[in-house]
T-cell receptor
Framework: GNSVTQMEGPVTLSEEAFLTINCTYTATGYPSLFWYVQYPGEGLQLLLK?????DKGSNKGFEATYRKETTSFHLEKGSVQVSDSAVYFC????????????FGTGTQLKVEL | KAGVTQTPRYLIKTRGQQVTLSCSPISGHRSVSWYQQTPGQGLQFLFE???????NKGNFPGRFSGRQFSNSRSEMNVSTLELGDSALYLCASSLAVGGQSYNSPLHFGNGTRLTVT
C-alpha cells in the first residue's frame, strides 16, 4: 500500500536559517505529491504540490521537487521566519485515488528569534 | 468566498453515545472528504463523497458512517463511541471537476474536536 515517511520533529531553527524537511514515499504508479501546513488550532492548508516526476512545487518561498528516482519530495526554504512555525505534512494521492490522501506523521517546525 | 465550515467546533460525549458532525464545503465544490487526526495515528482517511455517493472508504469500522446531501453538505456519524474515537475530525472539499478529483487540491476546515469520556 501507499505510505509516506517524513523526518520526526520538532525541528528548531533560528530565524533566517535554511530549512529542509525530508519526505520519502512508497506508492504504485505515479502519485501526486503535496505539502500541507497546519497552524495551531486550524485545519490544513495546501502549501505546494507536484503531479509528475521532476516537477517543482513552490509557494511562499517554500520549494519541493518530485524525485521519482529517489521517491522523495523534500521541503526546503532558504530563510525561515517566526511566522513559519507550524506542523508540516507530506502527502500523496495515487492515480485514480480520488481525494484519498496518505499523510506522513507531520514535522513540527519552531522558528526562534 | 467562504471556506469549509465545520460544526460544532468542540464536542464532549460519553462512551456508548453517538455523534453527528457537519461539514459545509466551499460553494461549487462537490467532493467532500473526512479525515481523523490523532496524536498516535496521525491523519487517516475516513471516506469521500461526491454527488451524494461514497467514492472511497478508509479502514475504519462500520460505526463510522457518512452521507452527502444534494447541496454537497456532508455529515459523518459515529455510533457507540469509544474512548479511542477522541480526535480532531477534519473535513475537506474539492472542486472535483468531471469527477476526477485527484488533481484538485483539498481545502480543509478547522475541524471538530471530539472528546469521549
Amino acid at each position: 500500500g501507499n505510505s509516506v515517511t517524513q523526518m520526526e520533529g520538532p525541528v528548531t531553527l533560528s530565524e533566517e536559517a535554511f530549512l529542509t524537511i525530508n519526505c520519502t514515499y512508497t506508492a504504485t504508479g505515479y502519485p501526486s505529491l503535496f505539502w500541507y501546513v497546519q497552524y495551531p488550532g486550524e485545519g490544513l492548508q495546501l502549501l505546494l504540490k507536484a503531479t509528475k516526476a521532476d516537477d517543482k512545487g513552490s509557494n511562499k518561498g517554500f520549494e519541493a521537487t518530485y524525485r521519482k528516482e529517489t521517491t522523495s519530495f523534500h521541503l526546503e526554504k532558504g530563510s525561515v521566519q517566526v511566522s513559519d512555525s507550524a506542523v508540516y505534512f507530506c502527502a500523496l494521492s495515487s492515480t485514480g485515488g480520488g481525494n484519498k490522501l496518505t499523510f506522513g506523521t507531520g514535522t513540527q517546525l519552531k522558528v526562534e528569534l | 468566498k467562504a471556506g469549509v465550515t465545520q460544526t460544532p467546533r468542540y464536542l464532549i460525549k460519553t462512551r456508548g453515545q453517538q455523534v453527528t458532525l457537519s461539514c459545509s464545503p466551499i460553494s461549487g465544490h462537490r467532493s467532500v472528504s473526512w479525515y481523523q487526526q490523532t496524536p498516535g495515528q496521525g491523519l487517516q482517511f475516513l471516506f469521500e463523497y461526491f454527488s451524494e455517493t461514497q467514492r472511497n472508504k478508509g479502514n475504519f469500522p462500520g460505526r463510522f458512517s457518512g452521507r452527502q446531501f444534494s447541496n454537497s453538505r456532508s455529515e459523518m456519524n459515529v455510533s457507540t463511541l469509544e474512548l479511542g474515537d477522541s480526535a480532531l475530525y477534519l473535513c475537506a472539499s474539492s472542486l472535483a471537476v468531471g469527477g476526477q478529483s485527484y488533481n484538485s487540491p483539498l481545502h480543509f476546515g478547522n475541524g471538530t474536536r471530539l472528546t469521549v469520556t
